[in-house]
C-alpha cells in the first residue's frame, strides 16, 4: 500500500472521528456538549490504538519497505516515542489528560517522580500547541517522515 493510501485511509478516519464516529478514538460527548474526561483504561487502549497506527504508518512508507530488516528495526527503536507523540497529537481528542493522571490509581501507576510531572506537564504544553497550529493530514505526514528518517 503506498504512503498516499495509507494517509488517506488514516485521514478518512479522522474525519468519520469528526463526524462522531463512536467506535473511534474519541470520547462520546457529555450531555453538557464538552467531551468527557478519558478514563484509565480509554487512555491505555487509545495508547496502544496510536501506537500500532503510528507503526503500520511507517510500514506502508516504500523508503522504509526498501530498507533491510535491521535497519528498519533501529529506525522504529529510535524513533517510536516521538512517532507516537505526534500520532497522539494528531488524533487524540482534546483532552485534559491533568485531572486523570493526577487521580490517586492514576499516581500509583506513575514514578514518584518531579521529573515525571515535568514531562506530563511538557506533553501537554505540546498537544495544545499542536492543536493551536492544526496542520493538515500531509503535514502531519512530512513531520512523521522526518522524525522516523532524521539521523540522532
Known amino acids: 500500500m503506498s504512503t498516499d493510501k495509507c494517509q488517506e485511509l488514516m485521514w478518512s478516519a479522522k474525519q ?22 478519558p478514563t484509565w483504561e480509554l487512555l491505555q487502549e487509545t495508547s496502544a490504538r496510536l501506537l500500532f497506527m503510528a507503526v503500520r504508518w511507517v510500514r506502508c512508507l516504500a523508503p522504509f519497505q526498501a530498507l533491510a530488516h535491521n535497519d528498519q528495526l533501529v529506525l522504529l527503536r529510535a524513533a517510536w516515542k516521538d512517532l507516537f507523540l505526534l500520532h497522539l497529537a494528531q488524533w487524540s481528542a482534546p483532552w485534559d489528560l491533568g485531572p486523570l493522571l ?3 490509581n492514576a499516581r500509583a501507576r506513575l514514578p514518584p517522580d518531579p521529573l515525571a510531572d515535568l514531562e506530563l506537564n511538557t506533553l ?14 500531509s503535514e502531519c505526514g512530512c513531520m512523521k517522515a522526518i522524525v522516523l528518517f532524521s539521523p540522532g
Open 102 to 104: 493526577a487521580a490517586p
Open 16 to 37: 468519520l472521528q469528526l463526524q462522531g464516529d463512536p467506535t473511534l478514538l474519541r470520547p462520546p460527548p457529555s450531555a453538557f456538549g464538552a467531551p468527557l474526561a
Open 124 to 137: 501537554q504544553e505540546i498537544l495544545c500547541r499542536f492543536r493551536q497550529i492544526a496542520p493538515d493530514g
